[in-house]
T-cell receptor, first 113, second 113 residues
Framework: DTEVTQTPKHLVMGMTNKKSLKCEQH?????MYWYKQKAKKPPELMFV???????INESVPSRFSPECPNSSLLNLHLHALQPEDSALYLC????????????FGQGTRLTVV | QKEVEQNSGPLSVPEGAIASLNCTYS??????FFWYRQYSGKSPELIMS????GDKEDGRFTAQLNKASQYVSLLIRDSQPSDSATYLC?????????????FGKGTHLIIQP
């Protein structure tokens, strides 16, 4: 199993809603990541979890709240988002990024209305 | 500030020819480099990694690294229409511990039948 699975694939939410994005991997990878990608832009790193602990937060607004319940799961909780937060949210995992790079899930296309 | 630079293109190459994609990076301590392919509306897919100066070949793909010039390239031989995609150069910033990848803006490659 070499997949990173993200749910849902598409999400439309209002600015007052609370929603969560989910990510799962069963490759035994020790690091998991959230990236945000706007149209025609490269992925931008949001958060890094290493051994289930948050190790990098790239100055992401508090309306985005990550959670790593266990070594296979990664969540991104969303609250009071703005229309400019509409983007493709990508989860990735890595066995060791310096040697193996990162493997991405198929992404969640988020639209904030 | 760490930067990864790519020509955004589009780069148009006839079918069967060699496509040459280039990338430069600013952070001298970077140790590992990756090429991702991203089809429109899809997530990035890891296609090549390189860590040492010189060439690394995998099928029709060859990655080249020159750390002295801070330059990475990807050659695609016998280009096929299915190679049409955006190619993202990614660098591991080697901050130690858990890192994310820093991406270039990507080169849009079009293979003309």
């Amino acid at each position: 199993d070499t997949e990173v699975t993200q749910t849902p694939k598409h999400l439309v939410m209002g600015m007052t809603n609370k929603k969560s994005l989910k990510c799962e991997q069963h490759m035994g990878h020790r690091a998991m990541y959230w990236y945000k990608q706007k149209a025609k832009k490269p992925p931008e790193l949001m958060f890094v979890y290493s051994y289930e602990k948050l190790s990098i937060n790239e100055s992401v607004p508090s309306r985005f709240s990550p959670e790593c319940p266990n070594s296979s799961l990664l969540n991104l909780h969303l609250h009071a988002l703005q229309p400019e937060d509409s983007a493709l949210y990508l989860c990735a995992s890595s066995q060791g990024i310096e040697l193996w790079g990162a493997f991405f899930g198929q992404g969640t296309r988020l639209t904030v209305v | 500030q760490k930067e990864v630079e790519q020509n955004s293109g589009p780069l148009s190459v006839p079918e069967g020819a060699i496509a040459s994609l280039n990338c430069t990076y600013s952070d001298r301590v970077s140790q590992s480099f990756f090429w991702y392919r991203q089809y429109s509306g899809k997530s990035p897919e890891l296609i090549m990694s390189i860590y040492s100066n010189g060439d690394k070949e995998d099928g029709r793909f060859t990655a080249q690294l020159n750390k002295a010039s801070q330059y990475v390239s990807l050659l695609i031989r016998d280009s096929q229409p299915s190679d049409s995609a955006t190619y993202l150069c990614a660098v591991n910033p080697a901050r130690g511990g858990a890192d994310g990848l820093t991406f270039g803006k990507g080169t849009h490659l079009i293979i003309q039948p």
